[in-house]
């Protein structure tokens, strides 16, 4: 019988199950996500980690198991459902930008916002604000294809904080980067996080960037190797402003 889980989770999920074309990826997988906290996600190139996020966030269907979001289902969700709830209430980063190829890097920002309802004066301005705290304000009128790969991934946290959602997924959101970026990106990723009482979920195949989370949790072969670890936070920054 399903039990609802526990108040402070905003994202809980018990025995999933998921395979790949007949390859096991995730093997019975349980996991909590506290409101308000950054969550990394440890583990080997291969070991699910991100499986897991897709299943977390709704873009993947779990074959076995539940994931709730906020005391509600999600894997009862079809896939408008699960769309429509990535599409509100859901930020993501991955490893690879996808900006509008279209859109300068400030339009890219601001396309969130302006789909959520936000106007355009606003949403403009909330762009620019967080393309200044990425260190690529001055790429604001730039396309992507005028850009390197690490301004662009830079552009991309951006546009994944700039609407505030709820859960910030960010799948190896650091790989285009060199060290001393990465440390930077993920320090702003995490700060904000904790600024805006926004929950971050972090996967990454280094454990030296999980130091910028709450806690940690390690995958090897599709299950989790422990429970979750808590981890200092004498590494982390300043807040962010509040403000958009």
Not at 7 to 21: E, P, Y
Not at 222 to 241: D, E, F, I, S, W
Request: glycine share 10%; hydrophobic share 40%.
């Amino acid at each position: 019988m399903s039990a609802a889980p526990p108040d402070n989770d905003v994202l809980w999920a018990r025995g999933i199950v998921k395979s790949h074309h007949g390859t096991p990826a995730l093997r019975g997988v349980s996991i909590g996500v506290r409101e308000g906290e950054v969550l990394a996600v440890t583990g080997p190139r291969g070991s699910g980690k991100s499986t897991l996020l897709g299943c977390l966030s709704g873009l993947l269907p779990v074959d076995e198991g539940e994931v709730w979001f906020n005391s509600s289902p999600v894997h009862t969700l079809g896939r408008a459902g699960r769309e429509r709830l990535r599409r509100e209430r859901f930020g993501f980063v991955g490893s690879e930008p996808h900006l509008v190829p279209e859109l300068t890097a400030r339009e890219n920002v601001a396309l969130p916002l302006l789909l959520s309802g936000v106007g355009h004066k606003a949403a403009h301005t909330a762009a620019a604000e967080w393309l200044e705290r990425l260190d690529v304000a001055e790429h604001a009128k730039q396309r992507p294809a005028e850009l390197v790969q690490s301004q662009r991934q830079r552009i991309a946290v951006a546009r994944a904080l700039a609407p505030l959602p709820p859960v910030v997924f960010a799948d190896d959101p650091t790989a285009p980067l060199h060290r001393e970026a990465q440390d930077q990106v993920l320090r702003i990723l995490a700060t904000a996080a904790r600024s805006h009482q926004l929950t971050l979920v972090l996967a990454t195949h280094d454990p030296e960037l999980a130091r910028y989370a709450d806690r940690t949790v390690a995958l090897a072969d599709g299950r989790l190797t422990g429970p979750a670890v808590p981890v200092g936070r004498g590494q982390q920054a300043g807040t962010v402003p509040a403000g958009r």
